[in-house]
Structure formats: structure tokens, C-alpha cells
């Protein structure tokens, strides 16, 4: 197979250490100086990741780094395709016309736990009927990014749905319970950029309001609503800190209708604008 990363930005003339396979056939894993997410879209596949049996059928997905020991021996009608990205692909980008000098660069963490031999899902992360929908139409979206290259803002796209795209892993992964609270925060992760209501959650969980919120105030220790909320929150602070999207896409990309909605709770809960949060993480991140 052909690899294509590094990725020639025609917009800015820049290097962007990414590569996306349409096609993916599965031979000499792990790809070397890079990390890969697989999509299983069809078949199966079955071996070892670092000594770790695996079977993994359709729809599922491979979380594979440079390090990793893999040995795919069964393969049965499989279709597959993978998005693959260099290190240096986590470093945050910033606008054009910034005046900040850094002498370190913030790095994306999101998802990072999913990839690696420490990895408790070993390589082979949960993931839902209710969720893969979602996380292939993100994926989808990268694949397209990276051939077409539409305009001067491809690339901060791309790191847009990869953030959502781990980080929803990342929350499935987490899980521990298959509880009525569980179900819950599934459909939170997987439905938090639409219009939510609580009784869009109580429906979920077939509780009334009063059950589902002490049910949450003891595991989450705050409403269902509450973390509805939270996790917007916590969402947009990430692309806040590591993409140089407008506030307005930031807000309709974690739920909020309006920017002025999602500025008002934003620095209602951290204690700073989304403006003067981008600014402070940017900066706190490159001293750690």
C-alpha cells in the first residue's frame, strides 16, 4: 500500500503530518513514526496486538501506535480504511496573525489513552450501535478533508472532528456500569451538538426527573442537565486550546444555538471569556 504522509498544504505551503487510506488493507501494522485509527466497516479481522488476542468485527475500530506489537492473521470480507497522524500533529495551531510567542507548543491529549501498550481497551476500544454512526460520519469528514483540501481551513477541520472523534472514545471507554446513569451519558457523548432536553434524558434512562438527577448527583455529582453542560463545556475548551476555530463555529459544533448563549455560561463556569481561556491554555500548556 501506498502511504501519503506527509500531507503538502496548497493553501499555506506547509507540511500537516497526516494521511488518510480509503482502502485499508491491514499489512505491515503498525505504520512506523506515526499513530493510526482503523475503521472495521465490514468483515472482521482477528490476531494479536502486543501478545493481547483480538477479534474485531464490523463496525469497529483498531487503535494502533508506532510500538505496538501487531499480528493480523484472520481476515474475513474485510473493508476497512484508516486515518493515520505523526506526533507532531497534536501540536496546536494558531491564527496567522498572533502576536504570542511560545517556546513551547500546547499538545492535543484527547484520546491519547485509547493508543499504546498500556492501553486498557488493547488497541480495541468499546464502541456502540449508537455511537458508530456518528463516529464514521467523523471520520468520513476526515477522509474528505484531506483529498479535497477546500479551502485554507481544511486543516483546522480536520483537528475539529479528530478532538470529537477521540474524545467521544474516549467517554464510551470509560464506562464501567451498564446502569440507567450509563445510558445516559452514552447519549450525552453521542448526541451532545444537537438540542437536548431533560426529557429527551428521562426518556433515555426510563426514570422520572427526580430519580435520573439523584442517580446522577451520586454518581456525577451534579444533575444530568448539569453535565450535559459540562461536557459542551469541556469539549469547546479543547478546540478552543488547540484549533483557531471562530467562537461561533465552536458554539454550534458543542450544542449551543447561539455564540452569545455559549460566551455567557462559558465564562459563567470558568471564570474567564472563551476568548481569555484560548489564551491562558495556550500559554499554561507550554509550561507543563
Known amino acids: 500500500m501506498t502511504k501519503n504522509m506527509p500531507q503538502w498544504d496548497r493553501h499555506k505551503n506547509r507540511i500537516v503530518n497526516i494521511e488518510f487510506q480509503p482502502v485499508e488493507e491491514l499489512t505491515s501494522l503498525p505504520y512506523p513514526q506515526r499513530y493510526t485509527l482503523i475503521f472495521i466497516t465490514s468483515g472482521r479481522v482477528g490476531g494479536t496486538v502486543n501478545d493481547r488476542p483480538i477479534s474485531v468485527a464490523a463496525p469497529g475500530i483498531l487503535c494502533l501506535a508506532e510500538g505496538d506489537a501487531v499480528n493480523i492473521s484472520e481476515r474475513e470480507q474485510l473493508a476497512a480504511q484508516s486515518f493515520s497522524f505523526h506526533a507532531d500533529f497534536l501540536n496546536s495551531t494558531y491564527l496567522s496573525d498572533s502576536l504570542e510567542a511560545y517556546t513551547a507548543i500546547p499538545r492535543i491529549q484527547t484520546g491519547l ?17 449508537a455511537a458508530f454512526p456518528l463516529l464514521l460520519e467523523w471520520f468520513f469528514v476526515l477522509g474528505t478533508e484531506v483529498s479535497a483540501q477546500s ?41 451532545y451538538t444537537d438540542k437536548i432536553s431533560l426529557a429527551d434524558l428521562t426518556k433515555c434512562a426510563l426514570l422520572n426527573r427526580v430519580s435520573l438527577n439523584k442517580m446522577f448527583q451520586e454518581r456525577c455529582r451534579t444533575t444530568a442537565m448539569g453535565y450535559l453542560l459540562a461536557h459542551r463545556l469541556k469539549v469547546a ?5 488547540h484549533t483557531d476555530m471562530n467562537l461561533n463555529d465552536i458554539a454550534r459544533s458543542t450544542g449551543f444555538e447561539y455564540d452569545t448563549y455559549f460566551i455567557k455560561q462559558f465564562t459563567a463556569k470558568k471564570g474567564m471569556s472563551p476568548t481569555a481561556y484560548r489564551k491562558t491554555t495556550r500559554k499554561a500548556a507550554t509550561a507543563i
Open 113 to 129: 489513552s485509547l493508543f499504546g501498550g498500556n492501553s486498557r481497551c488493547s488497541g480495541v476500544p468499546r464502541v456502540t450501535a
Open 151 to 191: 479551502d485554507e481551513r481544511w486543516a483546522c477541520r480536520i483537528k475539529k472532528y479528530f478532538i470529537k472523534l477521540l474524545g467521544l472514545l474516549e467517554d464510551l471507554n470509560s464506562a464501567q456500569e451498564h446502569s440507567p446513569v450509563d445510558l445516559v451519558l452514552e447519549y450525552i457523548h453521542t448526541h
Open 237 to 241: 475548551g479543547e478546540l478552543l486550546t
